[in-house]
């Protein structure tokens, strides 16, 4: 009875593709070509459907897109079918030969299920669903670059401390007034004594910073000092230090020089026949001073030595002064 209500099947399933047979046959000549059209545009793996014959009376998995080859059964394989009659009708004669052909009734019912779905399931023209990639699952970041590394603090220039420079150049004009009287022009006994003359400075002065804050500079003050019968030559070198006040690139600046000092003395002879003679002496130079200065915009010097006694000593003299000079300069 079983194998009789099989085959009953079976010819139920043929007779339904010579239906869709002859339906087909109604309709225009160029259906064939729409329809060969239309499964050339689908992709070959969205027309695959897999069927899967178990021996438990479930129900066969769904169809899974992109595979090319449908297992049914055991060990045969079958291609999709496309929407034509012809490939409906060569599905319907396989169907029929796979029935006959299961090995037990739960295989039967599984393969007329699968081909009844085959057959009358199908739509012509039906689009397949579009695939679509799974996002990733890591999104791809760019590294992020390295913090550069801190530059170092910039030195500070010689403006930053007031200087524009730290060499220096100044030049000087002042008056010297003597504070010894009677000076002795010589050690023995018959030397004479008079009055030391007052005269006029010039001079030029060079310095060099030795100190990062541009405070402390080593100078070689040079002067000449002179009057009608008298000259001095002045060649000292020494230090000067240059004090900040609250008031911006003013200074006070204490200064100590030593160094040799060349005398041209013209003495008058004529007491003793007429005429005047020149001598020169050597002796030696101490001069502490102190002043103030301003720095004009960095560079321009404007000071003056408000307090300057330049001693002159030798064994035959010792001479005492005061001078006073003001001074115009640069710093570069």
Do not use: W
């Amino acid at each position: 009875m079983r194998k009789r209500s099989l085959l009953a099947g079976a010819m139920a399933l043929s007779l339904c593709c010579f239906t869709a047979d002859a339906l087909a046959k109604k309709k225009p000549k160029d259906t064939t070509e729409e329809a060969a059209a239309t499964a050339e545009s689908k992709p070959a793996d969205a027309a695959n459907i897999q069927v899967a014959a178990t021996a438990a009376p479930t129900a066969a998995p769904a169809a899974t897109p992109g595979q090319g080859t449908v297992r049914v059964g055991v060990g045969v394989s079958t291609t999709p079918a496309p929407n034509d009659p012809a490939a409906q009708r060569d599905l319907a004669a396989s169907c029929a030969k796979m029935i006959s052909a299961a090995a037990d009734p739960a295989s039967q019912r599984a393969i007329m299920q699968t081909c009844s779905q085959q057959l009358g399931g199908a739509q012509p023209g039906a689009a397949p669903a579009a695939a679509t990639e799974p996002p990733s699952s890591t999104a791809e970041t760019a590294p992020t670059p390295a913090a550069p590394p801190p530059e170092p603090p910039a030195a500070p220039s010689g403006r930053a401390y007031g200087k524009a420079g730290g060499f220096m150049l100044n030049f000087r004009l002042g008056y010297v007034a003597p504070l010894t009287i009677g000076a002795p022009t010589g050690s023995g006994s018959g030397s004479t004594a008079f009055d030391y003359p007052a005269q006029g400075m010039l001079g030029v002065e060079f310095g060099f910073s030795i100190q990062q804050q541009r405070k402390l500079y080593l100078v070689v003050p040079l002067s000449f000092q002179f009057q009608g019968i008298t000259a001095q030559i002045l060649l000292p070198f020494g230090f000067q230090y240059d004090i900040a006040l609250p008031i911006r690139n003013l200074y006070v600046v204490p200064r100590m020089t030593l160094g040799y000092v060349a005398q041209v003395i013209s003495i008058n002879l004529g007491s003793v026949g007429g005429g005047s003679t020149t001598a020169v002496g050597h002796a030696g130079l101490i001069n502490p001073e102190i002043g103030i200065k301003y720095v004009l915009r960095d560079r321009l010097n404007l000071g003056m030595d408000l307090l300057s006694i330049p001693i002159v000593f030798s064994p035959a003299i010792a001479l005492v002064s005061y001078r006073v000079a003001a001074y115009i300069g640069a710093n570069f």
